[in-house]
């Protein structure tokens, strides 16, 4: 599955304005949860309680908040990038600028390690990360992605 068999443009926002972490994952949540159909607390819920096993801000900026739902019938990702950073609690201590969030249906344990796996797969690719960071609108983000999805 490609990154973006799973991302529609409405669930890109260029410019998260939360400074801390709950209040990104809410504007994360925004646009996925109708895209999912779910309920957009609900979907809260279960991303801040995945956070208190241990942050998914795996370090080089990059943050990929991730959950399982019961009653989702397949995978749905959201992007966000924040210009000045947020504090994500990151392993490397710094400051978290792109975010892909990831909900999948409760029991596709092998689908959403799948696309977690992917997802860092791409992010490892300085110039793609670089492109991210630099992109202005949720078009050409999601033109960004089509171009390296086919690579990874």
Request: charged share 30%; glycine share 12%.
């Amino acid at each position: 599955m490609k990154i973006l068999d799973a991302l529609k443009k409405e669930a890109i926002i260029v410019g998260l304005k939360s400074s801390d972490k709950e209040g990104v994952i809410r504007e994360l949540v925004g646009p996925v949860a109708p895209i999912a159909g779910v309920d957009e607390q609900q979907l809260v819920d279960v991303l801040i309680e995945r956070e208190r096993l241990g942050s998914t801000g795996i370090g080089g900026g990059i943050g990929i908040p991730h959950g399982k739902l019961k009653n989702l019938d397949s995978l749905v990702l959201g992007f966000g990038l924040s210009r000045r950073g947020v504090d994500f609690e990151s392993i490397d201590g710094r400051p978290t600028h792109i975010f892909f969030l990831l909900i999948t249906p409760e029991n596709s344990t092998g689908l959403h390690l799948k696309m977690l796996a992917r997802i860092s797969r791409i992010l490892k690719d300085d110039p793609f990360r670089q492109r991210l960071l630099k992109a202005g609108s949720a078009d050409a983000v999601y033109t960004i992605i089509e171009e390296h999805d086919e690579e990874f």
